[in-house]
């Protein structure tokens, strides 16, 4: 039976037409940009962060717009602001999916707090670059996260991690940074390998998150870049800030970013089948999110393997001459990113005595490494050893 609500069948085809051939070919106006909040600087004495609704926020959910607006704060974090009743709109307790119509007075109160979680640990491989009572350097793998990180399940969050290795391997670690994150002074991405200091007291902690803030703690990383870096030296000084379109990235692009300094020496330059690449030395005065990632591509020179940031997922071989054939079906694939933390150095906290650990290059960028190197390139068709003889005229 037709509904009640079907359009008549002889008014069928003019109901949307009129509309239709009236905007066919109008580009559709772009969305009005959502100015971005100070979220550390608006903090009154009483925790509480004010500000008012900007009129492009109207139509848009709650949680959409503060997303937009508070761009360093990822859209997990919202939503547990909002889930923890810490955002008030017109005074009111407010709910995620709430329409706004611009112009509405907001209130954040506190800051983001995830549901309280509790490291155990795990009988999981470690390799020790060093240790004493104070404090211990582990080489760690890439595919593991320093600490257990939000917008997942417990179990998958509080399972696998640097934290859980470290707690059944070390007698103690430091309380500073809370259950969640005990002896975590700094982090290395999941993806990336190598060398991470971790405190096993308090006053260690305190001192070296201090040694940090004050550049006191020297990083030098091992990098493999996709093309070939023109100059053997290359400082780079761009702001980092998170990209407000792809959130899990990070920008060089936006003017309100925080310092970040990479310096990047050539240590040796590739022409290989698969194109040309490069092996870098990167030495950070800055520890930004992804920074050497994020300062690698915005020279056009992508993290080998750094999907996230441009490099391609498979890396195909192709003719570097003119003349020869395209792109075979032999591929080369890395599944983590070719960056490696390969040296930290620093003077003891507590000693006082120098501190130099290097941990070696894992076996498979070693491997990935010699693939290139020792794959011969094609021969170049145009080279005169390689043209056909010619039959002499009579």
Do not use: C, W
């Amino acid at each position: 039976m037709p509904s009640k609500n079907m359009i008549p069948k002889g008014q069928r085809h003019h109901s949307v037409r009129a509309q239709y051939v009236a905007t066919r070919g109008v580009e559709p106006e772009p969305e009005p940009p959502i100015p971005v909040f100070d979220f550390e600087d608006a903090e009154d004495e009483e925790g509480i962060r004010h500000f008012t609704a900007d009129p492009a926020a109207s139509g848009k959910r709650l949680d959409q717009y503060l997303a937009q607006a508070i761009p360093d704060i990822s859209r997990a974090r919202v939503q547990l602001l909002i889930d923890a009743g810490q955002v008030r709109v017109n005074g009111q307790t407010a709910k995620p999916k709430m329409k706004l119509a611009g112009g509405e007075p907001i209130e954040i109160e506190g800051a983001p707090v995830p549901p309280p979680l509790h490291a155990i640990p795990e009988d999981i491989p470690l390799d020790l670059l060093f240790e004493d009572k104070h404090l211990a350097i582990v080489n760690k793998p890439a595919g593991m996260m320093v600490h257990a990180g939000a917008g997942t399940t417990d179990d998958a969050r509080n399972r696998g991690t640097l934290v859980n290795a470290i707690l059944f391997h070390l007698n103690q670690l430091s309380e500073l940074a809370g259950d969640q994150r005990p002896g975590i002074v700094h982090r290395l991405d999941k993806q990336t390998s190598g060398a991470i200091v971790v405190a096993k007291d308090d006053s260690t902690h305190r001192k070296l998150g201090d040694m940090f803030q004050a550049r006191q703690v020297h990083k030098t990383y091992i990098a493999l870049v996709h093309g070939h870096v023109p100059k053997d030296n290359i400082t780079v000084e761009l702001p980092i800030a998170r990209d407000l379109v792809r959130r899990t990235r990070m920008t060089t692009r936006r003017a309100d970013g925080r310092q970040a300094r990479s310096h990047i020496q050539v240590l040796e330059r590739l022409s290989t089948p698969y194109g040309p690449f490069t092996l870098v030395e990167v030495k950070i005065e800055t520890g930004r999110t992804h920074q050497i990632r994020v300062h690698m591509q915005s020279l056009g020179h992508p993290v080998v393997g750094d999907t996230l940031y441009g490099a391609p997922h498979l890396i195909r071989t192709a003719g570097l001459h003119p003349g020869t054939a395209g792109p075979d079906e032999t591929a080369l694939s890395l599944d983590r990113n070719f960056l490696h933390a390969a040296h930290l150095a620093f003077i003891h906290p507590q000693t006082g005595k120098p501190i130099d650990t290097h941990a070696p290059l894992p076996e498979e960028l070693e491997h990935f490494l010699a693939s290139l190197r020792f794959t011969p390139l094609p021969p170049d068709p145009n080279h005169p050893s390689n043209q056909p003889d010619q039959a002499p005229r009579e």
